[in-house]
């Protein structure tokens, strides 16, 4: 473990949810850091299965099958194939190489996914989703309840037959913001990791003025220029935006002018 780097002895909120929030407390832990875990977003089944299910009964009249998120593999991935197998026809796409990763952990390769930028505009911009690729097909986009409708509406708009299929549902921390208010009050954050807007609000509405003062002297990082806005939008100022991923978010780390 290396104990000497600049972030050796800070400790770091990571706030994915925790079925993904590993991987960045391992790197932080691996560059000396002191991970603290603290999903902002719980992840649960969607309210009503049905839709999803409907779904996997047509997989095969569908030409493309978004996935927004790993969440969204994880959910909906065991119900379609439990129909069958991945019709041969039927192109994946993710938003994001994490959610690449999370398909081919299920056996589904060939993903078309965005390489650099990691959001919906960067997929929209593929040739596979372009008008005369996608008019007069059905797409299916797998996600989490509410979200975006940027990709869906773009799609339809370049003639595509477009079902929004809720997977899972997103809700708040359940147990409350007081191991965050401890940690501040005996001088042990250093930083948040943030990759979530709605998490992010979440964060912000639990906290009391106390720990909203506190939260706006603490590093945010995060990996988005829309979640940097949407910092802003909710009053934040010590927001750092890094590359995308965890990748992105342990260099901006590394590379963040730590006080003395």
Not at 172 to 183: E, F, H, K
Request: hydrophobic share 45%; glycine share 8%; aromatic share 4%.
């Amino acid at each position: 473990m290396n104990t000497v780097g600049p972030i050796a002895g800070r400790t770091i909120v990571v706030t994915r949810p925790q079925a993904q929030a590993a991987p960045l407390a391992e790197a932080i832990a691996a560059a000396g850091g002191t991970p603290l875990i603290f999903p902002l977003l719980e992840i649960s089944p969607a309210a009503d299965p049905q839709p999803l299910a409907e779904a996997a009964e047509r997989l095969a009249d569908y030409a493309l099958a978004v996935f927004i998120s790993p969440n969204a593999v994880d959910y909906a991935l065991p119900v379609l194939v439990a129909h069958g197998p991945w019709p041969s026809t039927l192109t994946p796409a993710a938003v994001g190489q994490g959610t690449v990763k999370a398909l081919a952990v299920h056996g589904i390769t060939g993903c078309v996914a965005p390489t650099e930028r990691f959001d919906s505009e960067a997929l929209l911009d593929l040739p596979a989703l372009a008008a005369e690729r996608v008019a007069g097909r059905r797409v299916a986009i797998f996600r989490g309840d509410g979200g975006r409708e940027l990709l869906a509406d773009t799609l339809r708009q370049r003639g595509a037959t477009v079902d929004c299929i809720p997977c899972y549902q997103r809700s708040g921390p359940s147990d409350g913001v007081a191991p965050l208010l401890a940690a501040w009050r005996a001088g042990r954050l250093d930083a948040f990791t943030v990759s979530s807007s709605e998490g992010l609000r979440h964060l912000v509405d639990l906290l009391d003025a106390d720990g909203r003062a506190r939260l706006q002297n603490t590093p945010v990082f995060v990996p988005h220029a829309r979640i940097a806005e949407n910092a802003r939008a909710l009053g934040l100022s010590n927001i750092i935006l890094t590359d995308a991923a965890d990748a992105g978010i342990l260099a901006g780390l590394r590379a963040y002018n730590w006080p003395a």
